[in-house]
């Protein structure tokens, strides 16, 4: 193996370690600074948020029978891959994997908000009536399985170099906390991070019980995304103060059962179409 593919392996099986300091650094921060006092118990949520996310962690990599890196690794130099061009500088398939694997993960997010059945899969993740940097685990193990397997098809047919993959997999673990953290950011560093990326508080419009809210700032990692296909939101219509989070159709009681975790998918939730974004 190569140096970078050495260091990539590394990362990855070092992620956790990732994992763990950012999630002490944002709890500390919503313990001593919260934005907003949350209404349900927090050892609960963390809890079952928690359970959720070592449940993908430990079933993916043996449902595909290998990780996202270990896949990249296989399909390196692919003679039918899109980046594996000869004439394509090595930055340049770093960052074209950087940025066309953000812009999959807003597509995706896109459907599991219109497709009605996939919103079904995706409700688990908007029924939290609070919002802190947890929220970032809580999704169905559906889910969980079905968005592991377009990004595996991606790595596939594009061949990213595996330091790309292994990088994005941490950008991933660290924008998805930061932009779920119960903090609210100085004025001025909101206002700058917005030109780039995702901030808590472009996500909390999306976390939104105003269904056409829900369809605004899906990106993961970059905003530019949503400014360039019009899903971008600057404020919520009520204002930060006065929103509330989560979907009328979960109470606050059930949203943190682990029967409407599990049976969440299965259930006659209804998804009206796609609605005209609020006035900006």
Same mark, same amino acid.
């Given at each position: 193996?190569?140096?970078?593919?050495?260091?990539?392996?590394?990362?990855?099986?070092?992620?956790?370690?990732?994992?763990?300091?950012?999630?002490?650094?944002?709890?500390?921060?919503?313990?001593?600074?919260?934005?907003?006092?949350?209404?349900?118990?927090?050892?609960?949520?963390?809890?079952?948020?928690?359970?959720?996310? #070592?449940?993908? %962690? /430990? *079933?993916?990599?043996? $449902?595909?029978?290998?990780?996202?890196?270990?896949? &990249?690794? +296989? @399909?390196?130099?692919?003679?039918?891959?899109?980046?594996?061009?000869?004439?394509?500088?090595?930055?340049?398939?770093?960052?074209?994997?950087?940025?066309?694997?953000?812009?999959?993960?807003?597509?995706?997010?896109?459907?599991?908000?219109?497709?009605?059945?996939?919103?079904?899969?995706?409700?688990?993740?908007?029924?939290?009536?609070?919002?802190?940097?947890?929220?970032?685990?809580?999704?169905?193990?559906?889910?969980?399985? #079905?968005?592991? %397997? /377009? *990004?595996?098809?991606? $790595?596939?047919?594009?061949?990213?170099?595996?330091? &790309?993959? +292994? @990088?994005?997999?941490?950008?991933?673990?660290?924008?998805?906390?930061?932009?779920?953290?119960?903090?609210?950011?100085?004025?001025?560093?909101?206002?700058?991070?917005?030109?780039?990326?995702?901030?808590?508080?472009?996500?909390?419009?999306?976390?939104?019980?105003?269904?056409?809210?829900?369809?605004?700032?899906?990106?993961?990692?970059?905003?530019?995304?949503?400014?360039?296909?019009?899903?971008?939101?600057?404020?919520?219509?009520?204002?930060?103060?006065?929103?509330?989070?989560?979907?009328?159709?979960?109470?606050?009681?059930?949203?943190?059962?682990?029967?409407?975790?599990?049976?969440?998918?299965?259930?006659?939730?209804?998804?009206?179409?796609?609605?005209?974004?609020?006035?900006?």
């Amino acid at each position: 193996m190569t140096a970078t593919t050495d260091l990539a392996v590394k990362i990855s099986k070092d992620s956790q370690w990732v994992l763990i300091g950012v999630f002490a650094l944002m709890a500390t921060l919503e313990t001593v600074a919260p934005w907003r006092k949350l209404q349900l118990p927090t050892v609960q949520r963390w809890t079952l948020h928690s359970l959720l996310y #070592l449940f993908g %962690a /430990v *079933f993916f990599p043996l $449902i595909f029978g290998a990780g996202s890196v270990a896949v &990249a690794i +296989a @399909v390196a130099g692919s003679p039918h891959a899109l980046l594996t061009r000869r004439e394509i500088p090595y930055a340049l398939q770093f960052a074209a994997w950087i940025l066309a694997v953000d812009l999959l993960r807003y597509g995706l997010h896109r459907l599991y908000h219109s497709v009605s059945w996939l919103w079904r899969i995706h409700l688990l993740h908007h029924s939290d009536r609070d919002f802190d940097f947890t929220n970032e685990f809580r999704f169905h193990p559906f889910e969980g399985t #079905l968005s592991q %397997a /377009v *990004f595996l098809a991606a $790595i596939v047919l594009l061949a990213p170099p595996p330091l &790309a993959v +292994a @990088v994005d997999a941490v950008l991933v673990i660290v924008f998805g906390m930061f932009e779920h953290v119960n903090v609210k950011l100085p004025a001025a560093a909101e206002r700058i991070l917005r030109r780039a990326v995702i901030t808590p508080g472009l996500h909390r419009i999306h976390h939104s019980m105003d269904e056409r809210e829900q369809h605004q700032n899906l990106g993961t990692v970059f905003v530019w995304w949503d400014r360039l296909f019009g899903t971008y939101a600057e404020t919520p219509s009520r204002g930060f103060e006065a929103m509330e989070f989560g979907v009328e159709e979960v109470g606050l009681a059930e949203c943190i059962r682990p029967l409407h975790m599990l049976v969440a998918p299965f259930r006659s939730f209804e998804k009206r179409p796609v609605p005209e974004p609020p006035p900006q």
